[in-house]
């Protein structure tokens, strides 16, 4: 079992964003209102609270969930605020590039793969909240599992 030890700081800074940063990139690709919203933020803190068995990796992402909930992660989200939606797509899945290089690098192939799955099912998760995925949510679903398929 891999555990936080195997990562520089910054490595473990970029996993614990991941899951904010995929909900921010599904936040702004998807069609709200009010209630949606509420939908999608829901949905995205079931999905990073209870992640369910990852196989080899529950631990792992045990230990990423604490600090993927914290008032800091929100904070440094709040990082790309006053962006145009599509910018802060691009933003937030930018960011999530060191995350998937540090998983590729620093993990075995089948924990790694585990911990990119429960990063692309949250924003899977945000993306059904609502009525239905649209176009751009799906794609911006299926750009997050190639940053972690790559």
């Given at each position: 079992?891999?555990d936080?030890?195997?990562?520089?700081?910054?490595?473990?800074?970029?996993?614990?964003?991941?899951p904010?940063?995929?909900s921010?990139?599904m936040?702004?690709?998807?069609?709200?209102?009010?209630i949606?919203?509420v939908k999608?933020?829901?949905?995205?803190?079931?999905?990073?609270?209870?992640?369910?068995?990852?196989g080899v990796?529950?631990?792992?992402?045990?230990?990423?969930t604490?600090?993927?909930e914290s008032?800091?992660?929100?904070?440094?989200?709040?990082?790309?605020?006053g962006?145009?939606?599509?910018e802060l797509?691009e933003?937030?899945l930018a960011d999530?590039?060191?995350?998937?290089d540090?998983?590729?690098?620093k993990?075995?192939?089948?924990?790694?793969?585990?911990?990119a799955?429960?990063?692309?099912d949250?924003a899977?998760?945000?993306a059904?909240?609502?009525k239905g995925?649209n176009?751009?949510?799906?794609?911006?679903v299926?750009l997050?599992?190639?940053?972690?398929?790559?």
């Open positions: 079992m891999t936080k030890s195997v990562f520089t700081d910054d490595e473990w800074k970029a996993i614990t964003d991941a904010l940063l995929a921010v990139a936040f702004a690709a998807g069609e709200h209102g009010p949606s919203m999608e933020a829901s949905a995205s803190a079931r999905a990073v609270a209870r992640p369910g068995d990852r990796a529950t631990e792992l992402i045990a230990q990423i604490p600090e993927a008032r800091e992660a929100r904070h440094d989200a709040r990082a790309h605020h962006k145009s939606m599509d797509i933003s937030a999530l590039a060191p995350a998937a540090a998983l590729r690098r993990l075995p192939l089948e924990e790694a793969a585990e911990v799955g429960w990063y692309v949250i899977r998760a945000v059904d909240a609502s995925v176009p751009k949510e799906q794609a911006t299926d997050i599992a190639a940053i972690f398929r790559s």
